[in-house]
């Protein structure tokens, strides 16, 4: 009668184990209730983050991962705001050449759109083309 009784409390400790290893991960892991798991997020870039393009920087269910101006201090002020995981650029074609990205905001003077967008799209990235009447 020990050895079920042994038997007994070893399957009650590997159940209680297993239970407990379900609580332990993260949910940001698993997903669920607004949250996106990491395999399923889409990562973006911003190019142009000036004033209309401060709006782009977060969105629910995308990752930034890039920013890019020309102008070095909007890049430097918008990247002490972001973080150490997103990484600032002068060129936009560096942006596009990252193969971790999933889609571009363009947000620049309406003059580079056609470029910029036209070279996104022969990167394959999915495109957000910003101009200040249309959304």
């Known amino acids: ?5 042994s038997t007994r409390r070893g399957f009650l ?8 290893a379900f609580t332990i991960v993260p949910r940001s892991v698993l997903g669920g209730n607004g949250i996106t798991p990491p395999s399923e997020q ?12 401060q ?7 995308a990752k930034l991962l890039a920013i890019c101006d020309v102008d ?24 596009l050449s990252r193969d971790d ?8 003077p309406p003059h580079w759109h056609g470029l910029m967008a036209t070279a996104a799209a ?9 101009k200040p009447m249309t959304r």
């Open 1 to 5: 009668m020990s050895n079920l009784y």
């Open 13 to 20: 400790r590997a159940a209680g184990g297993a239970a407990a």
């Open 42 to 53: 889409l990562t973006k870039a911003v190019i142009g983050v000036g004033g209309m393009g």
């Open 55 to 61: 709006g782009h920087l977060t969105y629910p269910g």
């Open 72 to 95: 070095h201090n909007h890049l430097t002020r918008t990247l002490a705001k972001c973080g150490p995981d997103v990484k600032g650029y002068h060129d936009f074609r560096e942006v």
């Open 101 to 108: 990205i999933d889609i571009v905001h363009i947000v620049t």
């Open 122 to 130: 022969q990167a394959g990235k999915d495109i957000w083309c910003e």
